[in-house]
């Protein structure tokens, strides 16, 4: 059982950025993929960015040149950073990761989710 707990939500300004952070319980090496996912209400949860075992990155396109995902083996910690953030981009933010060997940004593919950070964007 795999453990994510993500940090760095908050409210900012449109215009902003932020940096979540997921701290995982086993090391992130080990994870064949990676994941941000979003959710704002009323709204199904929408993939944001993933990265697969060998740190290649896959980003939809409402967020394309301004999140960007990565992750610290040290630490076992995976990031996203959010730049130039928009009211749209206000929801839920979900960590999760998955051992299958498929990389995609659909959240049935993943096993393991953390609890959530929630993002603020206000015009």
């Known amino acids: 059982q795999v453990q994510l707990v993500e940090s760095g939500g908050g409210s900012v300004q449109a215009g902003g950025s932020l940096r979540l952070s997921c701290t995982a319980s086993a090391p992130v090496k080990l994870m064949y993929c990676m994941g941000w996912f979003r959710q704002a209400p009323g709204k199904e949860r929408e993939g944001v960015a993933i990265i697969d075992k060998i740190d290649t990155p896959n980003y939809a396109a409402s967020v394309e040149g301004r999140f960007t995902i990565s992750k610290d083996r040290a630490t076992n910690t995976l990031y996203l950073q959010l730049d130039s953030l928009k009211p749209e981009d206000t929801a839920m933010y979900y960590c999760?990761?998955?051992?299958?060997?498929?990389?995609?940004?659909?959240?049935?593919?993943?096993?393991?989710w953390g609890q959530g950070t929630q993002v603020i964007v206000s015009s």
């Open positions: 999760a990761s998955h051992d299958s060997l498929r990389c995609r940004r659909a959240a049935d593919d993943f096993r393991y």
